[in-house]
């Protein structure tokens, strides 16, 4: 089924002025690798390590939407609870690691899917994360046995302690978005997207540094529309549209510790302005309502940060046309939602 017309509210592409910087230049031409058939080879690679997580297939008139086809890929069941897993295994699996390991900084989703990816590979991994990194994550992250370190207020400044980190150590830097390994993995859950539906036309995803976002689109490379969602109060691909180039935006947002670094990635917005990608933004209050609905709905639990792309489509940001099949990507599960202990 062909794509159909795209929404109002749209990617643009790089202006000329950009285009033309050195530092454009060199990102297009390094984020080059970043094709379906690449994607598709890692995902042949990290198959032995990685869940094939489900889909749930039912109407967008269950979440009291105009009727028609809804996905959910249900990446929070992946190892370490996201889909970031997909991205660590293919950095430590094809990238030649030091005997100092490995280094990544992170929100703390990646954080944690780097050191299970360490830990089942045999890898030494140090792990950077912020203050604002939830409870949930730092446990899941000292659980996997990686040398922890939480300093810093925001990502970019666990981002900077690890880049010293490196330099003093020679240890490998995992990044957690612009990385052509990163990207090429995160990729993997859109093979596994077309294989389980394939009669989708649309796919809604969750942006922060647009790792995820640039992987799908290349994964689909113009086979499907991709469209992004960003908090409100973080928005680093909008930021970067209007600037025709990465460029600094607000750290804030219920979803601080997953969809908030400071800039979207350098390789990550040359692939998404590539395949034309789209952006959304969602209020905080429409992340927390889709939070809630998905388990009022559904009794299935995501993270805020998990939950944006669904809130686009549940907030009316993003409204599909009647005869769209949409896929929404829920990633995230390390949160403390739940207690069981009440």
């Known amino acids: 089924m062909a794509p159909a017309e795209r929404p109002a509210i749209r990617a643009g592409a790089v202006t000329s002025a950009a285009a033309a910087s050195a530092a454009a230049t060199s990102a297009a031409a390094a984020s080059a690798g970043v094709t379906s058939a690449a994607i598709a080879a890692v995902a042949a690679q990290i198959r032995p390590y990685i869940r094939r997580t489900p889909v749930i297939s039912l109407d967008r008139a269950d979440f009291g939407l105009a009727t028609g086809e809804l996905v959910l890929k249900l990446e929070q069941l992946q190892h370490s609870g996201s889909f970031k897993a997909r991205g660590a295994f293919t950095n430590l699996l094809r990238r030649e690691i030091p005997a100092a390991g490995v280094v990544a900084a992170s929100g703390g989703n990646h954080g944690a899917a780097v050191a299970y990816a360490a830990g089942i590979l ?9 203050e604002v990194s939830s409870a949930a994550k730092v446990s899941r992250i000292r659980s996997y046995g990686a040398d922890l370190v939480v300093a810093g207020a925001s990502y970019s400044e666990a981002l900077a302690l690890s880049q010293d980190w490196i330099a003093t150590s020679g240890a490998m830097s995992v990044h957690a978005y612009d990385q052509v390994e990163t990207m090429l993995g995160a990729g993997t859950v859109a093979i596994e997207l077309g294989q389980q539906a394939s009669s989708v036309t649309t796919v809604l995803a969750g942006v922060g540094g647009g790792g995820l976002l640039a992987g799908i689109s290349a994964a689909y490379a113009g086979q499907a529309r991709v469209v992004g969602a960003e908090p ?8 970067a549209l209007k600037a025709g180039q990465p460029a600094d935006a607000p ?3 219920v979803a601080v510790d997953s969809l908030a670094p400071r800039r979207v990635g350098e390789l990550t917005f040359a692939v998404i ?10 209020s905080d209050e429409a992340i927390l309502t889709a939070q809630q609905l998905l388990w009022d709905r559904l009794r299935v639990v995501a993270e805020p940060g998990g939950c944006a792309a669904l809130a686009a489509l549940l907030s009316g940001q993003y409204v599909p046309g009647p005869d769209e099949a949409v896929a929404v990507v829920i990633s995230g599960a390390n949160t403390t939602a739940v207690d069981f202990s009440r």
């Open 122 to 130: 045999g890898v030494p991994a140090r792990i950077f994360v912020p």
């Open 232 to 239: 409100a109060d973080a928005p680093t691909l909008t930021c």
């Open 251 to 253: 750290v804030g947002s």
């Open 273 to 282: 302005a590539r395949y034309s990608g789209s952006v959304v933004l969602v």
